[in-house]
């Protein structure tokens, strides 16, 4: 129970820390904290406006595209060098999901894709599974389908 109390107590003096706006800083030439006036805390409409920009958030992958990711590419789109991972057997294979440039290379152009970004290779091959299944990733069928 003492525990209990310390810990609740402990939370209690640590978490306003977290709450502290960015405004109130400590000043290197004054020690003493200082706080900003309280209408310099909202900033402009405008500047809001300007620091946030569009983020396209990709459909939810199902379970079996993970397997199959896993499979394919480890799950990675990129080495840890960051080169883009291609096919060991065939170099067309590019990616996470080893898209095949030689058949979807135009299609993933045409939807003006890149599936050398991990986004747009992720999009890709959920167009794939959407419209054939797991047809294209039967090679490596024997893997993810343990999984």
Not at 7 to 21: D, E, H, N, Q, Y
Not at 85 to 110: A, M
Not at 136 to 145: I, N, Q, T
């Amino acid at each position: 129970m003492r525990n209990y109390i310390i810990l609740i107590l402990c939370v209690s003096l640590i978490a306003p820390i977290f709450l502290i706006p960015r405004e109130i800083y400590i000043s290197a030439e004054n020690p003493i904290l200082s706080i900003a006036l309280a209408d310099t805390l909202k900033p402009p409409q405008e500047a809001l406006e300007a620091s946030f920009e569009p983020v396209i958030v990709p459909p939810s992958v199902p379970a079996i595209l993970d397997k199959i990711a896993f499979c394919e590419s480890g799950g990675n789109q990129y080495h840890p060098d960051g080169r883009v991972i291609r096919g060991r057997v065939d170099p067309r294979d590019i990616g996470k999901y080893q898209i095949n440039l030689y058949y979807h290379q135009k299609t993933s152009e045409d939807m003006g894709l890149d599936v050398f970004k991990e986004q747009d290779n992720e999009t890709f091959a959920l167009h794939l599974y959407n419209t054939q299944g797991t047809k294209p990733w039967e090679a490596s069928r024997g893997c993810w389908s343990r999984l």
